[in-house]
């Protein structure tokens, strides 16, 4: 448990110097606050939560996948995770530890998003679980790109397209019905669904058990990188 | 009779059909200073990565503390420090931060870092970032990192290779020191130099081959093989002659006649040894 809590500190210290990965955990609530206040609200045709459920799901999407891959693959390129694998962190540690710790930003964005839509008591914590179940599953995904990437360039190169698809379809889907028939495969276009209307029952169930199916595509994808990279090479 | 903390028998590494290692032998006791010597591409690191279980040999068996080395422990890992090829220090953070991320995972009281950064002689660049250090000082926070849970056994790969002579002599120093302190140290290195001030023991390596083991003074003098003195004179001039009886007098008669500058021995040093062996240099 020590490891895991020594790379999830790790991570806290290095990510409040790195503008690359700070950024984007930052910029999504900090836009969704700003279009809430400046567009939706003042507007009489769109909902409040309009912005709020666009970047959540976006956020969902985007951030712990790019942010996954990026810390994984920076750390094998600088060689920092085989000094930390030979110094007896478990590569499982080592992941928990990282993922861990992207999972409790989410899980913190999830409380601003949340807020920023007004929601509170029970509202509000099903927002915040629904965004972090989907954040679990961006981070499984990025985790297979970490770990199969040598290095950043390679990572980024590879998580973009898939973040890009999960952030950005469930806005495309708002626009075409066609689309959104085949985007509700997506588990981003579920998370979408659901914050948008967080208070409804939602078919919940229907919606959770698409999730997890992506999350068991992206488990495996991730086994399969995970034993053929070499985190200590 | 002291046990081997390495332990390595007929070890073969071959990459792509390509013998890197050939029956590589040898042992490193404890508190002993080991110097693996050889040139760029001779399989210095591949052995290091054998033993610390990074690679699988082909055939032979390695061992640290008597574990073999495909089947280490965390026990055993946690008696190793390391100074490996890459430093694999985070740039963004500062000296300190790095050495707090091992000393919670090894569990290591954080008044031990101010500690080992100060026997580093980096208690003034405690909160540098790594990104602004410059060669010398992230090598010496990389081996104070290797020495931060205070290990039985430090590997050290080339740890010198491009510090200017002063750092060098710090480094030294302070591998002196561990080693004072119970520390048995395995290093790599091209500098002979550095291999005959402070090594117990060295292994010539080339293409593979282990071609020569022992002391360093003692290989020196096995491979002397123009026994001669030499005698520089006051006057400038060089005299050599043959290292044995009929030297005496003309020596002893130079010395009576207050012409003697120095007098020097013709071992060789240990590159010209290893040219001699290996038909090249260490370079």
Same mark, same amino acid.
């Given at each position: 448990m020590n490891r895991i809590v020594a790379v999830m500190k790790k991570q806290l210290k290095d990510t409040l110097k790195n503008m690359m990965t700070l950024v984007p955990f930052l910029l999504f609530p900090v836009i969704a606050l700003i279009f809430t206040e400046l567009v939706a609200k003042p507007s009489p045709d769109l909902p409040d939560t309009f912005f709020v459920s666009i970047f959540a799901s976006m956020y969902t999407g985007y951030v712990p996948l790019v942010n996954m891959a990026a810390i994984i693959s920076e750390e094998r390129e600088k060689k920092s995770l085989r000094m930390l694998i030979m110094s007896n962190v478990k590569p499982f540690e080592y992941l928990i530890g990282v993922g861990g710790y992207v999972l409790l930003l989410c899980a913190a964005a999830g409380v601003v998003f949340g807020l920023i839509g007004a929601h509170s008591g029970t509202d509000l914590l099903r927002f915040v679980l629904v965004m972090v179940v989907g954040a679990l599953a961006s981070i499984l995904l990025g985790s297979a790109v970490g770990v199969s990437s040598k290095n950043q360039g390679a990572a980024h190169a590879l998580a973009m397209p898939f973040a890009i698809v999960a952030g950005f379809v469930p806005m495309i889907a708002m626009f075409n019905d066609t689309f959104a028939r085949i985007a509700n495969v997506l588990y981003t276009q579920q998370i979408s669904i659901m914050v948008s209307d967080i208070s409804a029952s939602n078919a919940a169930f229907c919606r959770f058990a698409v999730i997890g199916a992506n999350m068991l595509i992206f488990l495996m994808v991730f086994i399969f990188a995970y034993r053929k990279a070499d985190l200590q090479d | 009779m002291m046990a081997s903390v390495i332990a390595m028998e007929? *070890?073969?590494?071959?990459?792509?059909?390509?013998?890197?290692?050939?029956?590589?032998?040898?042992?490193?006791?404890?508190?002993?200073?080991?110097?693996?010597?050889?040139?760029?591409?001779? #399989?210095?690191?591949? +052995?290091?990565?054998?033993?610390?279980?990074?690679?699988?040999?082909? #055939?032979?068996?390695?061992?640290?503390?008597?574990?073999?080395? #495909?089947?280490?422990?965390?026990?055993?890992?946690?008696?190793?420090?390391?100074?490996?090829?890459?430093?694999? /220090?985070?740039?963004?953070?500062?000296?300190?931060?790095?050495?707090?991320?091992?000393?919670? +995972?090894?569990?290591?009281?954080?008044?031990?870092?101010?500690?080992?950064?100060?026997? %580093?002689?980096?208690?003034?660049? *405690?909160?540098?970032?790594?990104?602004?250090?410059?060669?010398?000082?992230?090598?010496? =926070?990389?081996?104070?990192?290797? *020495?931060?849970?205070?290990?039985?056994? =430090?590997?050290?790969?080339? $740890?010198?290779?491009?510090?200017?002579?002063?750092?060098?002599?710090? +480094?030294?120093?302070? /591998?002196?020191?561990?080693? &004072?302190? #119970?520390?048995?140290?395995?290093?790599?290195?091209?500098?002979?130099?550095? !291999?005959? &001030?402070?090594?117990?023991?060295?292994? /010539?390596?080339?293409?593979?081959?282990?071609?020569?083991?022992?002391?360093?003074? !003692?290989?020196?003098?096995?491979?002397?093989?123009?026994?001669?003195?030499? =005698?520089?004179?006051?006057?400038?001039?060089? *005299?050599? /002659?043959?290292?044995?009886?009929?030297?005496?007098?003309? +020596?002893?008669?130079?010395?009576?006649?207050?012409? %003697?500058?120095?007098?020097?021995?013709?071992? $060789?040093?240990?590159?010209? %040894?290893?040219?001699?062996? !290996?038909?090249?240099?260490?370079?």
């Amino acid at each position: 448990m020590n490891r895991i809590v020594a790379v999830m500190k790790k991570q806290l210290k290095d990510t409040l110097k790195n503008m690359m990965t700070l950024v984007p955990f930052l910029l999504f609530p900090v836009i969704a606050l700003i279009f809430t206040e400046l567009v939706a609200k003042p507007s009489p045709d769109l909902p409040d939560t309009f912005f709020v459920s666009i970047f959540a799901s976006m956020y969902t999407g985007y951030v712990p996948l790019v942010n996954m891959a990026a810390i994984i693959s920076e750390e094998r390129e600088k060689k920092s995770l085989r000094m930390l694998i030979m110094s007896n962190v478990k590569p499982f540690e080592y992941l928990i530890g990282v993922g861990g710790y992207v999972l409790l930003l989410c899980a913190a964005a999830g409380v601003v998003f949340g807020l920023i839509g007004a929601h509170s008591g029970t509202d509000l914590l099903r927002f915040v679980l629904v965004m972090v179940v989907g954040a679990l599953a961006s981070i499984l995904l990025g985790s297979a790109v970490g770990v199969s990437s040598k290095n950043q360039g390679a990572a980024h190169a590879l998580a973009m397209p898939f973040a890009i698809v999960a952030g950005f379809v469930p806005m495309i889907a708002m626009f075409n019905d066609t689309f959104a028939r085949i985007a509700n495969v997506l588990y981003t276009q579920q998370i979408s669904i659901m914050v948008s209307d967080i208070s409804a029952s939602n078919a919940a169930f229907c919606r959770f058990a698409v999730i997890g199916a992506n999350m068991l595509i992206f488990l495996m994808v991730f086994i399969f990188a995970y034993r053929k990279a070499d985190l200590q090479d | 009779m002291m046990a081997s903390v390495i332990a390595m028998e007929h *070890i073969q590494k071959s990459f792509a059909g390509r013998m890197v290692l050939d029956d590589v032998n040898c042992s490193v006791e404890e508190c002993e200073i080991f110097g693996l010597l050889g040139p760029s591409g001779a #399989g210095k690191t591949t +052995i290091i990565n054998i033993l610390i279980g990074q690679l699988k040999a082909n #055939g032979g068996a390695a061992s640290l503390f008597g574990i073999g080395c #495909g089947n280490l422990t965390e026990e055993v890992h946690a008696k190793i420090g390391m100074v490996l090829d890459e430093s694999g /220090l985070y740039s963004r953070l500062n000296c300190y931060d790095n050495l707090a991320v091992f000393a919670d +995972i090894f569990r290591v009281p954080k008044t031990r870092i101010k500690e080992v950064l100060a026997r %580093v002689k980096l208690e003034d660049a *405690i909160k540098k970032p790594v990104s602004k250090l410059s060669r010398g000082m992230s090598q010496r =926070l990389v081996l104070a990192r290797a *020495i931060l849970h205070s290990p039985k056994l =430090l590997f050290l790969d080339e $740890p010198t290779s491009g510090l200017d002579p002063s750092t060098m002599l710090e +480094i030294h120093n302070l /591998l002196l020191e561990c080693r &004072k302190n #119970g520390t048995t140290i395995f290093l790599t290195t091209h500098n002979m130099d550095e !291999a005959a &001030k402070l090594c117990d023991n060295v292994a /010539l390596l080339n293409e593979g081959v282990i071609v020569e083991y022992g002391e360093p003074d !003692a290989l020196c003098r096995k491979h002397n093989t123009a026994k001669t003195v030499k =005698l520089l004179l006051k006057s400038g001039q060089y *005299i050599e /002659l043959p290292c044995d009886g009929t030297a005496a007098k003309p +020596i002893a008669d130079y010395l009576a006649g207050n012409m %003697v500058e120095s007098i020097h021995s013709s071992e $060789p040093d240990l590159e010209t %040894v290893f040219i001699k062996l !290996a038909g090249r240099g260490l370079e």
